[in-house]
């Protein structure tokens, strides 16, 4: 079974930056087979993608409300998986979610049903 662990979020000010990370372990398992994606629940909202990145780390998908504040990417050698979140806000406060789903080297998929793998969540707080 793949266990997905996210790295602790925190309380940081608006305009501020943050980086989480997805590490996978598992008998038998490396995450550089499989496709992550980044999803996040804020309080009473629904879940919702916000990055994904194929095993191959060639293609990627942002939700338009982090284009170009979010980066997505990956380290296959240390089983990996990273989301660099520069000029953070308000808005941006949920619980972040990494998830995992072996697919093939090119799938990647903000769709949160075809996730199999899903991590534990860590909490981000953008606040002055």
């Known amino acids: 079974q793949l266990q997905l662990v996210e790295s602790e979020g925190g309380l940081v000010q608006p305009g501020e930056s943050l980086r989480l990370s997805c590490s996978g372990s598992?008998?038998?398992?490396?995450?550089?087979?499989?496709?992550i994606g980044w999803f996040r629940q804020a309080p009473g909202k629904e879940r919702e993608g916000v990055s994904c990145i194929s095993s191959s780390g060639l293609s990627t998908k942002y939700a338009d409300s982090v284009k170009g504040r979010f980066t997505i990417s990956r380290d296959n050698a240390k089983n990996t998986v990273y989301l660099q979140m520069n000029d953070l806000k308000p808005e941006d406060t949920a619980v972040y979610y990494c998830a995992a789903d072996l697919r093939g080297s090119s799938w990647h998929s903000l769709g949160q049903s075809e996730y199999d793998y899903w991590g534990q969540g860590t909490q981000v707080t953008v606040s002055s």
């Open positions: 598992g008998s038998g398992f490396s995450l550089k087979y499989y496709g």
